[in-house]
């Protein structure tokens, strides 16, 4: 058990603090907690959890070598996950009360929130760190399982835990300005996320 933990106890800590940190996933399950209720956002945090998971594994497995080989690839995806981080940002700051009962502005699918990971710049992030500092490079394929079995089951908790936050607000924020003001403000925050990239392009 000290061998284990010594290997992927840092691991686990990285993998528990990048989850519940906010990021464009968890201020999208917050907001969507709050206009669609926790049970209808279950697909989307399964979808997150998979989607992140699948992610690490390709990572690992060598999609990273890609980007070396194509750097551009990886500034247009950079520049691709802003445009529609700004897009769903907008989406955000437009939804409303009545969202869910109306049928308008359903909330994402397993699938789309699955795709969402590979726009997602927070998600790369973690997912290069994990393969690159976590993942010993002895029996690394097995070693990479395990990454990847962690990271499935620290995610779905946090991830969780944003969608519950939001659900728990409704009946808190069931005034429409209120509601306005709170996906409002999840918008900005989904917009700062995007803050680290912009700086970079800025230092081109």
Not at 60 to 80: A, Q
Not at 130 to 135: E, F, K, M, P
Request: charged share 10%; hydrophobic share 55%.
């Amino acid at each position: 058990m000290s061998a284990f933990w010594h290997s992927f106890g840092p691991l686990a800590v990285f993998a528990l603090v990048a989850s519940i940190t906010p990021g464009p996933n968890n201020t999208m399950l917050a907001a969507s907690g709050l206009t669609h209720g926790f049970r209808r956002t279950l697909p989307h945090m399964l979808g997150v959890s998979a989607g992140f998971v699948v992610m690490v594994g390709l990572v690992g497995v060598g999609l990273d070598t890609v980007f070396d080989r194509l750097p551009w690839l990886y500034v247009l995806l950079k520049y691709v996950s802003a445009v529609y981080l700004l897009w769903l940002a907008w989406k955000i700051a437009q939804a409303g009360a009545g969202a869910s009962s109306s049928g308008a502005g359903r909330p994402l699918g397993f699938l789309q929130a699955a795709g969402f990971q590979w726009v997602n710049p927070k998600a790369w992030v973690i997912a290069i760190g994990i393969v690159s500092a976590y993942t010993p490079r002895d029996e690394f394929l097995f070693n990479l399982l395990v990454a990847c079995l962690i990271c499935g089951a620290i995610s779905l908790p946090t991830v969780g835990l944003w969608a519950g936050f939001g659900a728990g607000m409704r009946r808190w924020l069931a005034r429409p300005a209120i509601l306005r003001g709170f996906n409002l403000a999840m918008a900005l925050l989904l917009v700062a996320s995007l803050y680290p990239l912009m700086q970079e392009a800025a230092a081109r």
